[in-house]
């Protein structure tokens, strides 16, 4: 079955870079759709950016230029580049893969099927 495990997180002063990584395994093939979410204590999961099967790319507008979704289709991982990174980025981070599409548009979570465990961003 299809897993994904984060990791990356951790605690970072403002200004700063953090790479998270989202370890993918049980899919057939790398054509799903891969995505970021944020979310803060007490507050809803939020996406931060998407990734389409052929490597589209959008982000939400409080990360646009400072983040960027990468994914590696031989390594079956996704990536999230944060640079810039400043307190309003804090939460915890959640990988999550849907099925193949053209359209990197941010979709809702109740589009992907599958979701890692969450990796900490702490900003000081």
């Known amino acids: 079955h299809v897993q994904l495990v984060e990791s990356g997180g951790g605690s970072v002063q403002a200004g700063g870079s953090l790479r998270l990584t989202c370890t993918v395994s049980?899919?057939?093939?790398?054509?799903?759709?891969g995505g970021w979410f944020r979310q803060a204590p007490g507050k809803e999961r939020k996406a931060v950016t998407a990734?389409?099967?052929?490597?589209?790319?959008n982000y939400a507008d409080s990360v646009k230029g400072r983040f960027t979704i990468s994914k590696d289709g031989a390594k079956n991982t996704l990536y999230l580049q944060m640079n810039s990174i400043n307190p309003d980025d804090a939460g915890m981070y959640y990988c999550?893969?849907?099925?193949?599409?053209?359209?990197?548009?941010?979709?809702?979570?109740?589009?992907?099927?599958?979701w890692g465990q969450g990796t900490q961003v702490t900003v000081s």
């Open positions: 999550a893969t849907g099925p193949p599409r053209v359209g990197s548009w941010l979709s809702p979570t109740n589009w992907y099927n599958y």
């Open positions: 990734i389409d099967s052929v490597g589209g790319s």
């Open positions: 049980g899919y057939v093939d790398s054509n799903y759709c």
